[in-house]
């Protein structure tokens, strides 16, 4: 059971353009949704993150947009770059303080210069 | 890198041996996390700890006992590796709120 669907699963943006992936997530229960970049040979890392009180975060070039009665988020990585170039996971977690994280299946993103 | 150390970074080992990996951490963090990643399915959740002796079960924790003698460390063992468990295995810490991940155990079963 993928509690958290993630999609696409890999994507192509020309240097500059807009990048955004989803997620959509089932147990109303997660109150935490951060999003991580892996760059290959290396461990995710936190890159931003929403609780569900607000409806959009914005960190530099990203920004998280969460829909609550959707049960939906996004990241949007604005002017993307080729350093941008990377997997991305989304990522939920609950009320239970354990901080275990249930991941989306990730999205490949591949910016060209 | 939240001075988390996983060893060792590579093991190709035979099917029905046991392996274990280790995670080293620096900062005295109460939880540990030992998460799996394979294409398509994200990363899973196999087995965290809260404290020194007090461990619980992840999502895909069959096959996969741990161990936590010391706020330090936090051993994976795979008790008879089977080639389903072939993976690159990411060792966690969280610190306030955020998971900190390690560089990862590329571990292949053969």
């Known amino acids: 059971q993928q509690q958290v669907k993630q999609s696409p699963q890999s994507l192509i943006v020309q240097k500059g353009g807009i990048s955004i992936i989803n997620c959509a997530y089932e147990?109303?229960?997660?109150?935490?949704f951060p999003w991580y970049q892996q760059f290959p040979g290396k461990g995710p890392a936190l890159l931003i993150a929403i609780r569900p009180d607000v409806s959009e975060k914005k960190e530099g070039r990203f920004t998280i947009s969460f829909n609550k009665s959707a049960k939906q988020f996004s990241l949007h990585i604005m002017d993307s770059q080729p350093g941008d170039s990377a997997t991305y996971f989304c990522?939920?977690?609950?009320?239970?303080?354990?901080?275990?994280?249930?991941f989306g299946q990730g999205t490949t993103l591949q910016v060209k210069p | 890198d939240a001075g988390i150390t996983q060893s060792p970074r590579h093991k190709v080992t035979e099917t029905g041996t046991p392996v274990t990996l280790r995670c080293h951490q620096t900062e005295n963090h109460r939880y540990m996390y030992w998460y799996r990643q394979d294409p398509g399915h994200g990363l899973r959740l196999i087995h965290y700890?809260?404290?020194?002796?007090?461990?619980d079960k992840g999502e895909v924790s069959d096959g996969y006992s741990v161990s936590r003698s010391k706020t330090e460390d936090f051993l994976l063992t795979l008790e008879s590796a089977t080639s389903s468990q072939t993976s690159v295995y990411f060792c966690a810490i969280r610190k306030n709120t955020e998971a900190f991940f390690g560089q990862g155990t590329r571990l292949t079963v053969v």
């Open positions: 990522a939920a977690s609950g009320t239970s303080n354990t901080g275990k994280l249930i």
């Open positions: 147990n109303t229960a997660f109150d935490y």
């Open positions: 700890s809260y404290g020194v002796k007090d461990t």
